[in-house]
């Protein structure tokens, strides 16, 4: 078994062994690591945004966290029930608001990004029918040495994907 695999294999149970013991505890959100994920990554909270007219992009939030001591960069991304699917980043450029394109995203070593609202976040184009709020699809991130994570993104309502639902819980 090489380091690789042992690594992975090893992350996989780990993150059986913790999923288990949090399993009752109320908590949603689910930490993903794929079979094929670099080791020390994994993903929390993956949700879309269906667009509020049909035709227009959806954009997918989440969490991204390497807990390895080498640094990952993300370089593609598949979003199944999507055409295509794009990294981008909102920031403010000339007192306006900008959004772009980001080629390539480096996670370092020990660190945790947000893809959120305002920030950075995944563009989904041309989306199936078949993607209906209360529903789920898979994301898939893509590393530049071909590594790829993958996890599921809940589908929400236009507007829904950026609000705080831990005050919901228990209604």
Same mark, same amino acid.
């Given at each position: 078994?090489?380091?690789?695999?042992?690594?992975?294999?090893?992350?996989?149970?780990?993150?059986?062994?913790?999923?288990?013991?949090?399993?009752?505890?109320?908590?949603?959100?689910?930490?993903?690591?794929?079979?094929?994920?670099?080791?020390? =990554?994994s993903v929390?909270?993956?949700?879309?945004? +269906?667009?509020?007219?049909?035709?227009?992009?959806?954009?997918?939030?989440?969490? =991204?966290?390497?807990?390895?001591?080498?640094?990952?960069? =993300?370089?593609?991304?598949?979003?199944?029930?999507a055409a295509?699917?794009?990294?981008?980043?909102?920031?403010?450029?000339?007192?306006?608001?900008?959004?772009?394109?980001?080629?390539? +995203?480096?996670?370092?070593?020990?660190?945790?990004?947000?893809?959120?609202?305002?920030?950075?976040?995944?563009?989904?184009?041309?989306?199936?029918?078949? +993607?209906?709020?209360?529903?789920?699809?898979?994301?898939?991130?893509?590393?530049?040495?071909?590594?790829?994570?993958?996890?599921?993104?809940?589908?929400?309502?236009?507007?829904?994907?950026?609000?705080?639902?831990?005050?919901?819980?228990g209604m």
């Open positions: 078994m090489t380091n690789k695999t042992f690594a992975a294999t090893l992350a996989a149970i780990t993150l059986a062994l913790g999923t288990a013991a949090c399993s009752g505890s109320g908590d949603d959100v689910a930490e993903t690591t794929s079979p094929e994920a670099p080791a020390g =990554i929390t909270d993956g949700r879309m945004s +269906l667009p509020a007219v049909k035709g227009n992009p959806a954009a997918i939030y989440f969490t =991204i966290r390497n807990v390895s001591e080498k640094p990952v960069t =993300i370089r593609a991304v598949d979003v199944a029930g295509s699917a794009q990294l981008h980043e909102t920031s403010e450029w000339n007192k306006q608001m900008d959004m772009q394109e980001l080629f390539q +995203l480096p996670i370092e070593a020990g660190a945790e990004v947000a893809f959120e609202p305002g920030g950075k976040h995944v563009m989904a184009f041309d989306l199936s029918d078949d +993607l209906a709020p209360g529903g789920e699809t898979e994301v898939t991130l893509i590393f530049v040495n071909g590594d790829k994570v993958s996890f599921p993104a809940k589908l929400m309502a236009p507007g829904m994907a950026d609000m705080d639902h831990s005050a919901m819980e």
